[in-house]
């Protein structure tokens, strides 16, 4: 089992910036790749970047070029710096693997991030 605390949202202006960060505890030598995920009220949830155990990093084109994702694995967590936010980045965030394990490992109680215009 893998647990996942997520924080660091809250509510900002457009064009603000927040870091959210995520820390995995449990069985977490199952674990490379990691990324950050969010649901809009009414839609489903999405990727939006994704970071393999080596550092490399991925986005979903929505937010590359404003997100930067890292990760510190000496201490199982991982980063979202959003920048340049805008109000349809607002949405639940949590942090899991990508992919469909990311269902089979459970998901934690998400950040909310609010943009208002």
């Known amino acids: 089992q893998v647990q996942f605390v997520e924080s660091g949202g809250g509510s900002v202006q457009a064009g603000g910036s927040l870091r959210l960060s995520c820390e995995a505890s449990?069985?977490?030598?199952?674990?490379?790749?990691m990324g950050w995920h969010r649901q809009a009220p009414g839609k489903q949830r999405e990727l939006v970047a994704s970071?393999?155990?080596?550092?490399?990093?991925n986005y979903a084109d929505s937010v590359k070029g404003r997100f930067t994702i890292s990760r510190d694995n000496a201490k199982n967590s991982v980063y979202l710096q959003m920048n340049r936010l805008k109000p349809e980045d607002t949405a639940v965030y949590f942090c899991?693997?990508?992919?469909?394990?990311?269902?089979?490992?459970?998901w934690g109680q998400g950040t909310q991030v609010t943009v208002s215009s």
């Open positions: 449990g069985s977490t030598f199952s674990i490379n790749a």
């Open positions: 970071i393999s155990s080596g550092g490399s990093p």
């Open positions: 899991n693997v990508p992919g469909r394990r990311a269902d089979i490992l459970g």
